[in-house]
């Protein structure tokens, strides 16, 4: 239907429902400036969420445990996530809101323009209906008047009394009104059919053509409100492919967590190196008992005769007890707190267990040769600008390229230098292990021969010959004394009944808490007489001025060994 022919008498009506449309649209503008704006907050908060949980450590600290990296990879996909809602959001504010906002202006200027024609036109038929009007107006005063000079005419004429004067300016005056009355009723005339033909024109094309405007108008308002409804869904609907991913991405990280591997990391990250401990030897404490004769058992052997004969003697110094082997070890006891403390970080990783030296030196090497293989690169790279230059001088100077060239070479031989240098200690480790693998092997295809001594963090050592001794004499602190080794009998360490010889002196770098059993405490600049030396566990045995022996860590002490002690050497 047609507005211009169906509502042509409804302009005011008309005005309304045209302002009422644009209402209505700039009120869904509304709604969906409202929607994206619960997009972008949505797509912000999962955006900080996902940065609160984000592991901030640097990549070698990250865990590498299958849950962890799974959760991390659950982090990323709800990044994407949150990214495809920031695009929800910017294609409604595009291609729905910003639309529809420039559409609401163009329609509020299109409408004034349409309503303003149709005031124009009604101000023209009311000109022309007023002028019609008027004229009217003036052609019935006119056709009064002529009917008063017409009545004035006729009783001066029929009256004898009137002079003949009279009579003729009353007929003169009747013949201009009855003129005048002609002419306005002609141009009453003219403008009715005037006015008649505007106002035909008014309400048969005028009118009708603007009403149709503003019909194509809101029908045009109708149609751009279906397709941003459409705009409004289909933005929605272009990222859900995408949010498919992120969420089959999330499945596809839960499915790979691996309980096995995540345990085989465990090993793996605190795997020590170090051995178990030893079995315990069995101690005779019987051996001064004398036997009866019923016995079957020698009674009167004196002490000095089984002292000449190889057996040991009693063990009654109260300073060396057997506890004290058990005390080095940690066990499933509370390990010392200094290596809860921060222990100086040394270049070599001396600090730590070896299995976790040798992954750290490793992963050292394998850094360098990255380095090193860049540093290799950027030579060639050099090299060949070099040789560019030297074939097209004009490109620029090859000596200007020689001091960048000498400065790589000096990196690499840098990096070579390193890399030589934590092989070593990488050998160094990889030797001690396996070593340590084939002392503990002998020892269980030899039960006679001589047990490993255990260090505080419960490994072998690498020198068994004090071992194999007994000292018998208590020797001067600055006197190393040589002990004299017996084959055929294996004594703890700690049941000695005399101390082990000076074979050196340190000095407290650090202050030691000590308070685990086994380990000695020490003040910083404190100077300490060396008993034994590191055997590659990280540990140095030594005595107080006072007597007081115990453990104490290599890394915390300068360590200086007497020149005629075997393997004199000093570390720092």
Known sequence: MSWGTELWDQFENLDKHTQWGIDFLERYAKFVKERLEIEQNYAKQLRN????????RSKDEEPRFTSCLSFYSILNELNDYAGQREVVAEEMAHRVYGELMRYSQDLK??????????????????????????SKKKFERECKEAEKSQITHERLDNDINATKSEVEKAKAQFYMRTHAADESKNEYAAQLQSFNA???????????????????????????????YRSFAEAERRVIPIISKCLEGMVSAAKAVDERRDSAIVVESFKSGFEPPADFPFED???????????????????????????????????????????????????????????????????????????????????LNRELQKEMDQRDALNKMKDVYEKNPQMGDPNSLQPKISETICNMEKLRSEIHKNETWLSEVEGKQSSRGDRRHSA???????????????SYTDDTSQEHQTPHHR??????????????????????????????????????????????????????????????????????????????????????????????????
């Open 49 to 56: 969420l996902v940065k609160k949980y984000c592991p901030k």
């Open 198 to 228: 505007e106002q035909w024109k008014h309400f048969h094309s005028a009118i009708p053509q603007i009403f149709k405007n503003l019909q194509n108008m809101d029908e045009r308002r109708t149609v751009k409100l279906g397709e941003t």
């Open 475 to 572: 020797p001067g602190p600055a006197q190393p004394r040589h002990p004299n080794p017996d084959p055929h009998e294996f004594d703890d360490e700690f049941d000695d009944d005399d101390p082990l010889p000076v074979i050196g002196h340190c000095k407290a770098l650090y202050s030691f808490d000590g308070q685990n059993e086994g380990t000695l405490v020490m003040a910083e600049d404190e100077v300490l007489y060396i008993i034994e030396e590191d055997k590659g566990d990280g540990w140095t045995r030594a005595r107080k001025q006072s007597g007081e022996e115990g453990y104490v860590p290599t890394s915390y002490v300068e360590i200086t060994l007497e020149k005629n002690s075997k393997g004199a050497v000093t570390y720092i």
């Open 109 to 134: 200027a299109e409408r004034k323009h349409h309503l303003q024609e149709g005031r124009k036109a009604q101000q023209h038929l009311d000109h022309c209906w007023k002028q019609m009007d008027n």
């Open 285 to 367: 404490f019987s051996q001064n008992l004398s036997r009866t004769g019923s016995d079957g058992t020698i009674s009167n052997t004196p002490k000095g005769d089984r002292e000449r004969d190889g057996a040991p003697g009693p063990r009654s110094d109260p300073k060396h007890p057997m506890s004290r082997t058990k005390n080095k070890l940690w066990l499933f006891g509370k390990k010392p707190k200094w290596s809860v403390k921060m222990a100086p970080s040394l270049e070599d990783f001396s600090h730590l267990p070896p299995e976790q030296r040798r992954k750290r030196l490793q992963q050292r090497i394998d850094e």
């Open 444 to 458: 269980d295809n030899h039960h006679h021969g001589p047990q490993g001594r255990e260090s505080p963090e419960g």
